[in-house]
């Protein structure tokens, strides 16, 4: 039978955290801007929608998913 502290600390990190979106670890944001970087793989992604930050570095903000507060619609 399991601890129920490790219970309810896994039930935790699995509501209030999300996984790097290319090594999957687990990443808590207490505050900051939404530039990530995985200290592990050194990924960079944005929190609010794991979008890969090489490609809204090289082409924009439209890269973020549509949904994200970061998104901006491209204009050609």
């Not at 699995?14 to 944001?29: G, H, L, M």
């Not at 900051?32 to 809204?56: P, Q, V």
């Amino acid at each position: 039978m399991k601890n129920p502290e490790i219970q309810a600390s896994q039930r935790w990190i699995v509501q209030n955290c999300k996984k790097y979106p290319k090594c999957s670890c687990r990443i808590e944001k207490a505050d900051g801007c939404d530039h990530m970087t995985c200290s592990k793989c050194r990924y960079e992604f944005c929190w609010s929608c794991l979008a890969n930050y090489e490609a809204i570095r090289r082409h924009g903000n439209h890269q973020h998913d549509s949904r994200c507060k970061h998104y901006v619609r491209y204009h050609s």
